[in-house]
């Protein structure tokens, strides 16, 4: 079958606009492959710019709580090493009574002096918190000496837990106390 230039005319032209037809599709399908490419990278980097900020957030929240914790305990160090002979004094007097009292002082804690003037003198005022456990009459008698025997201070407080009878548990009791000391200018 001979095929006359007309036919082979049309013929050459449907198989170019098939060729044509096939490459725009294809062109389209890369375009739109692209765009979603771009899409997916662009989503992508805002992930990752996310997480790497809330890390450092993160991270530097924690940072900036332990420079705080760091600062604190350095104040701390600072104050109890610079504490006045008068205080150590007072704590060896105060462990002196309890020996004698035959209580335990479990605990001991120096807060933060102000000053304040007593009767027009200045004076260093340091609060002093003492824990101690023995028996409840034992307790008593710590107090009471420690009131007398102390002259330059004044108890505040005091908190007795007595402990329960038939038990081998001890009373304890939370002492809170100012201690005046002379301030030397």
Known sequence: MKLSKTAWLILIIGIFIIIIASFGVTFLQQVNHRDQLREDL?????????????????QQEELTAQISQTEVD????????????????????????????????????????????????????????????????????????????QVTSVISSVDILVAQAYTDTLSSATIRQLVYFYKDN
């Open 74 to 149: 350095l104040d701390t160090a600072r104050y109890s090493l610079s504490q006045p002979v008068d205080s150590i004094i007072t704590n060896e007097t105060l462990l002196d009574i309890a020996e004698s009292c035959r209580v335990e002082v479990v605990e001991i804690k120096i807060a933060t002096p102000s000053t304040a003037e007593l009767a027009g003198i200045e004076c260093t005022i340091t609060p002093f918190i003492t824990k101690v456990n023995g028996d409840l009459l034992q307790i008593i008698d710590f107090i009471t000496r420690l009131n007398s025997d």
């Open 42 to 58: 662009a989503l992508a980097k805002n992930r990752l710019d996310n997480i790497i900020l809330d890390q450092f957030y993160l």
